[in-house]
């Protein structure tokens, strides 16, 4: 069965480029985000691979670990790790998992048989520091994810684990966020000095409690 938000995201141990990890040893209290690619050696899976390696300062300032997987062999990632590097200016920094046994991908359902029963789709597995999924994607082989709404979901993620609080459609780090419906009108007060906007008895906003 697909795996569900709440749930425990899958242990395993494998060979990576950056050396055989177990990959809940390897999370330690880290978010982290595991996500597929189709394959090695394909056009937007590198510029996926780019955009990811560009973003790591972003992703060490929110303590997110990132590692990619595909069913390539690990000598296979290695030598288009350097076609990552020279073609989107960057230096990949982040493991890539070897998984040509299919461990890792049927753990995680990232072979999807009615659009491609051999390679894993573009699926993407946001963990928690408690190991628990906060959040899947799937997308197509044909479509390169936002890297950057991944950010944004950590933002969104971090901060609603501490504060009761949602954030709104579109919403960006430092913009407003909406008092969840079970805080009551008068707990408000006390819990968002910053100020309530009411405009519906069930849309409450406040300013990002934490900046
Ligand atoms: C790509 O990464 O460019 C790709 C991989 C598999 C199918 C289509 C595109």
């Not at 060490?60 to 288009?80: F, I, M, P, Y």
């Not at 408000?188 to 008895?201: N, W, Y």
Request: hydrophobic fraction near 40%.
């Amino acid at each position: 069965m697909a795996l569900r938000l709440g749930d425990i995201a899958p242990d395993f141990t494998a060979a990576t480029t950056e050396g055989t990890f177990r990959f809940h040893e390897w999370l330690g209290n880290s978010w982290g985000i595991l996500f597929s690619h189709p394959a090695d050696y394909t056009p937007v899976c590198t510029t996926e691979l780019g955009a990811t390696a560009r973003l790591r300062d972003e992703f060490a300032q929110r303590n997110v670990k990132v590692a990619a997987v595909s069913v390539d062999t690990l000598e296979s990632h290695q030598g288009w790790v350097g076609d990552i590097n020279e073609t989107q200016h960057t230096t990949v920094n982040f493991p890539i998992i070897a998984d040509p046994d299919r461990n890792v991908a049927t753990l995680y359902d990232m072979i999807h048989p009615n659009a491609d029963d051999k390679a894993t789709v573009r699926s993407v597995f946001i963990i928690g520091p408690d190991k628990k999924i906060k959040l899947t994607l799937t997308y197509p082989a044909s479509t390169g994810r936002n890297f950057i709404e991944l950010l944004r979901v950590i933002d969104s993620l971090q901060l609603t684990s501490k504060f009761r609080v949602a954030t709104p459609a579109d919403w960006k780090a430092g913009e407003d966020c909406i008092i969840t419906p079970a805080v009551k009108d008068e707990e408000a007060v006390t819990l968002f000095p910053k100020g309530i906007r009411r405009v519906k008895p069930y849309l409450r906003y406040t300013p990002q409690p934490n900046r």
